[in-house]
């Protein structure tokens, strides 16, 4: 996914946002696909901007004006990855300490364990909550926040 998306352009941060937030909206917004890569670079080069203008409808075409979920859901998706971040901190130290320890098993030629860094269920309903808090807060109505956090807590569950 993210193709088209120029990554010169973006960290790996930036990068990682963008391919939760293109996964959880091909349950929120299929149709936005197409113009993604385009939309993600405009929101990464302003993120203000681009939220200013989701929350306004804007022409496609042909008359059409559509409201973009985009924005949002990559806003939503770096407040989705703060949360992640944070949750896995104290397991990043705890596993650094087992790297540790694997690397003196090694010595004594004894398996090492490797750490599982996966979110516990109430991490991933905390994330979940993040992000609806996060969508209600830029406008989305409850349906559509419903949806999304439900999206981005399936886009980590599937990205391990």
Do not use: N, W
Not at 60 to 83: D, H, K, N, R
Not at 111 to 132: G, Y
């Amino acid at each position: 996914m993210c193709e088209g998306l120029d990554t010169s352009a973006v960290d790996d941060d930036s990068a990682l946002i963008a391919e939760l937030a293109q996964v959880a909206l091909v349950s929120v917004a299929p149709d936005e696909l197409m113009i993604f890569d385009e939309t993600a670079e405009e929101y990464f080069t302003d993120p203000e901007a681009a939220l200013t203008a989701s929350g306004r409808d804007a022409a496609v075409g042909f008359g059409l004006e559509l409201a973009m979920i985009t924005p949002i859901a990559l806003s939503v998706g770096s407040a989705v990855m703060q949360a992640v971040v944070g949750h896995l901190a104290g397991r990043a130290l705890d596993a650094g300490q087992t790297g540790l320890a694997a690397l003196a098993r090694r010595v004594f030629k004894r398996p090492a364990q490797q750490p599982d860094l996966t979110l516990t269920t109430a991490q991933a309903q905390q994330v979940r909550a993040t992000a609806f808090e996060r969508a209600r807060a830029l406008g989305l109505p409850d349906a559509q926040a419903h949806l999304l956090a439900d999206s981005f807590v399936g886009a980590i569950a599937t990205a391990g």
